[in-house]
């Protein structure tokens, strides 16, 4: 990742697409940081495994959250309750804001459950500048499955090399790049701090 800039092709790039949880907002584990905490606070006694289990499978579409409240035995969870534990990166919207006046188009694709990502969207006003949301929960394909990128490329009508994808699991930095797209790792050195991020971009 040193000489990761290198490797961006700056003048060729229509979108870039920010993750969401590590990303946009400031935890990256959300599932053990808040959701299994969240969860044993409502009554739920469950393993973490079948806990992201069942969370996988909300972030596929497979269930509503109301419906995964009630199978995990969350008595009294909602949703506006537990968003309020997220939290935003530390500048993100201080990029985004500049990005946006560069004319470079904004999108987010994330692994995460429909209901959950729209009012955190709402709740924080990002989609004043993120135009494009590719939800799991609403896509039913997660990353780093070849087709969340196809999907993806499909639906905002770009080929790949032309769309940067910032993430910070390294296996999705990694599917992107092996699906053609430009990608970057968000928590590699040099790129832990939307300050970092912003220098790395500059040139847009």
Known sequence: MSHVSTALHRDAIDVVAFDAMGVLYSS????????V?????????????EI???YEECSLGKM??????????????????YCRAHRLTEG???LLAELDTTGVRLACLSNDVSEWSRLLRER????????????????GVRKPDPEAFTTLCRRLDVVPERILLIDDREENVAAARGAGLQALRFDAPRMSTMDALRKELRPW
């Open 92 to 94: 993100v919207v201080a």
């Open 28 to 35: 990256a584990d959300d599932v053990g940081e808040l959701l």
């Open 52 to 54: 992201a289990q069942l």
């Open 124 to 139: 924080f006003g990002l989609g004043e500048y993120v135009t494009d949301w590719f939800i799991s929960g609403d896509t």
């Open 64 to 81: 509503t959250s109301a419906d995964f409240w009630t199978t995990a035995g969350a008595s009294g969870a909602s949703d506006e309750e």
């Open 37 to 49: 905490p969240y969860l044993r606070s409502h009554g739920c006694a469950w393993p973490r495994g």
